[in-house]
DNA sequence: GCAAGGTC
């Protein structure tokens, strides 16, 4: 018997599906010669300090480097502590069962360097010895199913892989247990003061920004504002200079003349494409904008429509689908014929050409764009209706025409030189779907400009000094931080560094939100109306850490550059033994700085 | 009491 295991019972069943295997058992479909099962993502972490007999919160203890990491059974909370997750014990048994029955096991689980993970652990759990080859395939459509079948790898083809996302795991342990201890102790405060490669740059990415907002000193600075009349239709046209004082923008505002002369006009239309498909965070970032969810709570929404089959999978990377998903596409668009919001546009898109910016199939990682299913929605929550809709009108957002639009730029001399522009969208397009009103516009923003020539000659009917004043960044919200995280390491000066984390960024999808939980739950931030702002906690810590590796995106981009050569071959140990030096240094520098922090 | 990673 040959048996499969997949990451997730989505794709166990899927593939059993392909196969046409249909006798479903608990955990696991059987069915043409094979056995298909699953596991819940990572069924196996590392063991905690105890294991290793490091008891209590000790500083003899550290820093705490284990001769040989440990697997323990995922833990979950209850009222009596940690304890295993019955679910997940429930699960490993079964895979124990079938992988003693099995001639051969096959790896299905994600391609990636986690998915590598999350079945090597349960392997060598499980202590088994049975050969086992790999599926490795980018999409879950029955013909890449089918394919990758055909072209099954031998497993230890991914040892290197799974080498490297064995370092990822035991590195994060090392620095994240050891850091938060050592200034945990050192503080003296009973709290837990956490610390980790991602959640201590996240903190300090919070911090950096609300001081740096804090302290901005704004600069005043003054436009004079006239308004042209062509012909009863009246437009407001801005100085092109900013004054310094209100005096110098005064002596202007004296030289404008009762009329004023055309002097260049500027129309050219500009074209819009739409946006692509969804990811999560893109997502998150869109229901954190139009809704004020928080990522966790859309997460947890687009879970739930995933476990209803109404949704692709949630925890994507990516924004693109493949050629063979979109070869489904018009019939998931003549499901929406009906929508309340947007059928009209389904309609419209049903008989349209089909724009193809998130088709490729190159793009597409381990799962595709979000899209939804076909299947029916009933009874759903408003916010979970919501989500379906964001998820449902961005498929046809991204599926429509260019967004057509006419920006207008015309120059006027009046004493000074003046500048009104004007966008008119000439042909809606995409942005037919939702019918949002565009970013928010300035005041002195025209919706339509008259048609004028050069050389024209208008009455000015009012002039005016408008006062104003250089704004701050803003401070990170639940939107503006994913984005930020999802970018980070774009700015590194280091080229090799930048360049390891150019696809990746701080955290993945499936765990930025859980970050900023994690965040919240140590009280070193905190909500104050959409924004995210550090508690004095958190400002404490961003203290003692800032000027350190451990609060810096780099460290990532360091390890991800030496995991990638570990994955093409380079020597484990060299990374380890780095590690290790490093752990060192951070949990001695960690014990005496702790001790100056001022806590409450 | 602690990391980051995955998922129900």
Redesign the pocket.
């Known amino acids: 018997m040959k048996v499969i295991i997949a ?4 794709v166990g069943r899927e593939i059993a599906k392909v196969f046409g295997a249909t006798n479903k058992k608990d955990g696991y479909i059987e069915g043409k010669g094979y056995t298909f099962t699953w ?8 063991a ?3 294991e290793y007999g ?1 008891y ?2 000790n500083v003899q203890n550290l820093p705490m480097l284990p001769q040989k990491f440990k697997l323990a059974i ?1 833990k979950v909370k209850t009222k009596d ?2 304890v295993d997750d019955p ?2 014990k429930k699960q490993l048994n079964i895979i124990k069962t079938l992988f003693d029955e099995a001639t051969e096991i096959i790896v299905a689980t ?1 391609a ?1 360097r ?2 590598e993970l ?1 079945f090597r652990y349960i392997y060598y759990y499980l202590k088994c010895k049975k050969p086992f080859k790999r599926l490795w395939i980018s999409s879950q459509t029955d013909a890449a199913i089918k394919d990758g079948f055909r072209n099954l790898k031998p497993g230890a083809d991914y040892d290197s892989l799974f080498n490297s996302a064995h370092c ?2 035991q590195s ?2 090392l ?3 050891n850091a ?2 050592a200034l ?1 102790l050192s503080a003296g ?4 003061l ?7 740059p996240t903190l300090a990415m919070i911090c950096a920004r609300y001081i740096e907002h804090k302290n901005f000193v704004p600069q005043n600075f003054y436009q004079v504002v006239i308004q042209p009349d062509k012909d009863g239709q009246a437009f407001k046209a801005v100085s092109v200079t900013n004054f310094k004082t209100k005096e110098e923008a005064e002596a202007v505002l004296q030289l404008v003349e009762p009329t004023c002369t055309i002097e260049n006009v500027e129309a050219k239309p500009r074209k819009e494409p739409p946006p692509l498909l969804h990811d999560l965070s893109s997502l998150q970032q869109e229901a954190n904008k139009r809704k004020g969810f928080t990522a966790d709570q859309t997460l947890t929404l687009l ?1 739930n429509l ?2 209803n089959k109404l949704v692709t ?1 949630p ?1 994507t990377g990516s924004r693109y689908i493949g050629d063979d998903v979109f070869a489904g596409v018009p019939q998931l668009i003549a499901g929406f014929t009906e929508h309340v919001e947007f059928g009209k546009q389904a309609i419209i898109l049903t008989s349209a050409k089909l724009n193809k910016r998130s088709v490729n199939a190159k793009k597409v990682t381990d799962h595709h764009a979000i899209l939804p299913t076909g299947e029916k929605p009933n009874h759903l929550t408003d916010d979970q209706q919501a989500i379906y809709d964001m998820v449902a009108g961005r498929m046809l957002e991204a599926f429509h025409a260019d967004c057509i639009k006419e920006i207008t730029k015309i120059t006027i001399l009046s004493g000074t030189k003046f500048l009104a522009s004007g966008t008119v969208i000439q042909t809606a397009g995409w942005r037919a779907v939702f019918n949002d009103k565009d970013e928010e516009k300035k005041d002195e923003e025209n919706a339509t400009l008259p048609a004028v020539k050069p050389g024209e000659i208008l009455p000015v009917t009012a002039k005016d000094i408008l006062e104003k004043q250089t704004k701050p960044k803003p401070l990170y919200n639940e939107a503006s931080l994913l984005k930020a995280l999802e970018t980070a390491g774009k700015e590194i000066d280091d080229d090799e560094l930048r360049q390891a984390m150019k696809d990746s960024g701080l ?5 930025r939100a ?2 900023i939980e ?1 965040l919240l ?2 009280d070193y931030i905190a909500r104050e109306k959409k924004n995210l702002v550090p508690t004095s906690t958190g400002l404490s810590v961003y203290n003692v850490v800032k000027d350190q590796r451990i609060s810096q995106a780099e460290l990532t981009g360091a390890w991800e550059k030496r995991l990638e050569e570990i994955r093409s071959g380079a020597s484990v140990s060299a990374f380890q033994e780095e590690i290790k030096v490093y752990t060192r240094a951070i949990t001695q520098e960690l014990l005496q700085a702790g001790k100056g922090m001022a806590l409450k």
């Open positions: 990451e997730k019972p989505s596991a819940f993502g990572h069924l196996l972490q590392l905690a300090p105890q490091f209590g919160w995922r502590g940690l679910g997940v994600d990636g986690e998915g999350i990822r795991s994060d342990w620095v994240g247990m938060t201890q945990s405060t009973r709290s837990v956490s610390l980790g490669r991602v959640q201590t879970q995933y476990e999978y925890r955290g993945t999808p499936a765990t859980a970050i994690t739950k140590r």
